[in-house]
């Protein structure tokens, strides 16, 4: 049986079939077999959706706020009608499990919250005699990553439209039943042509053509380190406006007054979010010398009782397959890594889970005897693998999480608020979690190589607005 073809993008308005003709296979992660393929953009017509939010711009960024609102409502009531088809997408093309979906119902929910934020956001400022006009950057390249496709095309195209910015939008050629689906959606809800376009292509290709492209002002990317370094490469030439959220290796601190209990099951909650393909997963778990017998303990149980792997479709399932033949090869070569260098697996190991012989399983592994020049506490695995650090003192467990190239998310356990915060403010992360705390309008980005710039809330619009000052 031919495998399903999606074979449209969307241009100016309309579904239109590609000028590429190249074909990309989808796998279900979950079996490793081909469910369809997609046929991808090239840079025909990624120049294509770049004329065409060219040609919008003009008309979209003269908006008054009550309008560029009321767009966004329309695509919040338009993807919210559509969450159950995305839940199924992500199951069948990302193995994502039903019980752990939050991104993808923050998908209506990214629309939301960027109308709270537009409510109440000061596009004109007074500076002395000058009137600060807050201008829309231009029009946008927003560059998704694989690993939640609908929230992040949400989030961006929420925020650039938001500013008054048009968008040309290159979802991951992996993601795209989830694409399909949520591009569906959002033409339902009736924007003006050629406000938003999608193509979804490679990176090499329709990334490129957009970071290179003298006519797009702004890029917003998430995704690796080492593809954000390409993007500054290719937009230099023009000198665009950057955003990029990229790579991590977060701690999460145990400090020795926290409630074991409670905070090891944090811990390991931040690490295995989202199968350990996440950015912002705790995969450093800092520990005091003295209670690493007790937290290695309670690590051993929880990991078994309240982490399991297996089927996505199962409620009882914690973390899913990873999503491809590579991600899965990338994920046991780093646990072989920790094996050759010294580190002891306190749980799980190399190989594929028991019971699960197909697709894309990995045996959530935990580390002990690590140390912080350990390949495996150093270099993003993006997979449900965890490494323990002993430290000594308080000086000496934020000088651990500290030495580290990331900087993008931290988690700090104690029952002493004050105390929390005060390691929290030394932590060189552009978000650290308390006990759990979360906001989801806070500013959310980098320090170090873990990017440039926000997203998120009022900070995120701001990073597709120009201060124009006028004095009088």
Not at 84 to 101: S, T
Not at 224 to 240: N, Y
């Amino acid at each position: 049986m031919q495998p399903n073809v999606i074979s449209k993008i969307y241009i100016d308005g309309e579904f239109v079939t590609p000028h590429g003709t190249e074909l990309f296979d989808l796998y279900n992660p979950a079996t490793g077999q081909v469910i369809g393929q997609v046929q991808l953009a090239d840079q025909v017509d990624a120049e294509a959706a770049i004329a065409a939010a060219k040609r919008a711009l003009p008309a979209w960024s003269a908006t008054s706020r009550e309008e560029r609102i009321d767009a966004l409502r329309r695509l919040h009531d338009a993807a919210a009608a559509r969450l159950e088809d995305l839940r199924e997408a992500v199951g069948i093309e990302y193995g994502g499990p039903v019980r752990n979906r939050y991104l993808v119902d923050s998908t209506a929910g990214a629309f939301a919250d960027m109308i709270k934020t537009l409510e109440t956001f000061e596009f004109t400022r007074q500076v002395g005699n000058a009137v600060v006009e807050m201008a829309p950057i231009g029009v946008s390249g927003l560059i998704m990553p694989w690993n939640s496709d609908a929230f992040f095309i949400a989030d961006k195209l929420a925020t650039a439209l938001a500013a008054g910015c048009t968008a040309v939008i290159k979802p991951s050629e992996m993601s795209a039943t989830q694409t399909q689906v949520l591009t569906e959606a959002l033409h339902a809800a009736g924007l003006p042509k050629g406000v938003f376009n999608i193509v979804t292509g490679r990176g090499d290709v329709v990334g490129t053509t957009i970071n290179r492209h003298p006519d797009i002002a702004k890029i917003s990317f998430t995704g690796s380190t080492e593809v954000g370094k390409i993007i500054m490469r290719e937009a230099s030439d023009t000198l665009k406006s950057l955003t990029l959220e990229l790579g991590g290796k977060s701690p999460s601190i145990i400090l020795d007054d926290a409630n074991l209990e409670e905070a090891v099951s944090g811990a390991l909650g931040s690490g295995f979010v989202n199968s350990g393909q996440a950015c912002v997963a705790g995969t450093r778990i800092l520990v005091q010398e003295n209670q690493l017998d007790d937290v290695l303990a309670l690590i051993t149980k929880k990991v078994e009782a309240d982490h399991p792997v297996g089927d996505p479709r199962d409620p009882a399932t914690a973390i899913g397959p990873m999503v491809s033949q590579r991600q899965w090869e990338r994920v046991q070569s780093y646990i072989q890594r920790g094996v050759d260098e010294g580190a002891r697996i306190v749980v799980g190991g190399p190989g594929r889970p028991e019971g699960l012989p197909d697709g894309y399983y990995v045996r959530p592994t935990v580390f002990a005897d690590v140390t912080n020049d350990m390949t495996i506490a150093r270099e993003e695995i993006f997979g449900p693998v965890l490494s323990v650090i002993t430290y000594r003192d308080e000086n000496h467990a934020v000088e651990i999480a500290n030495d580290t190239t990331y900087g993008l998310h931290a988690y700090v356990f104690s029952s002493d608020p004050a105390r929390a915060r005060r390691i929290a403010s030394r932590l060189e992360a552009g978000r650290v979690s308390v006990n759990g705390g979360f906001e989801q309008l806070s500013p959310f980005g980098g320090f170090k190589q873990s990017g440039l710039g926000r997203e998120y809330g009022s900070f995120g619009l701001e990073g597709f607005l120009e201060p124009r000052s006028v004095m009088l």
